[in-house]
């Protein structure tokens, strides 16, 4: 995983007050779990954004990895941002 401190998505959350990190995942075989497990316990939050409808989609298989290798707390906020289904 890349983190990325100064893209231009992370400058547009700074100028409205909003701190973040963002994590491009520049694969997802393997999963680098333990960066995104590092960025989860430092903010508190996890918001997985991808360009694939929910259903059947990959958030919810690096949410079971965390899951499963990291215990991720029920305390934790969690969301998945996606475009809405293709009929």
């Given amino acids: 995983a890349f983190l990325s401190r100064l893209s231009p998505e992370g400058l547009a959350l ?5 701190q973040a990190e963002l994590l491009d995942l520049a ?4 999963l680098d779990s333990e960066t995104i497990a590092r960025s989860v ?10 360009c694939t409808p929910l259903l059947g989609d990959i958030a919810g298989t690096i949410l079971a990895e965390l ?3 990291h215990d991720l ?3 934790v906020p969690v969301a998945r941002l996606a ?3 293709i009929p």
């Fill in 67 to 69: 899951q499963f290798r």
């Fill in 27 to 30: 694969s997802i075989s393997p």
């Fill in 41 to 50: 316990a430092k903010t508190g939050h996890l918001l997985i954004v991808h």
């Fill in 14 to 18: 700074a100028e409205k007050g909003i």
């Fill in 73 to 75: 707390s029920s305390a």
């Fill in 83 to 85: 475009p809405p289904p």
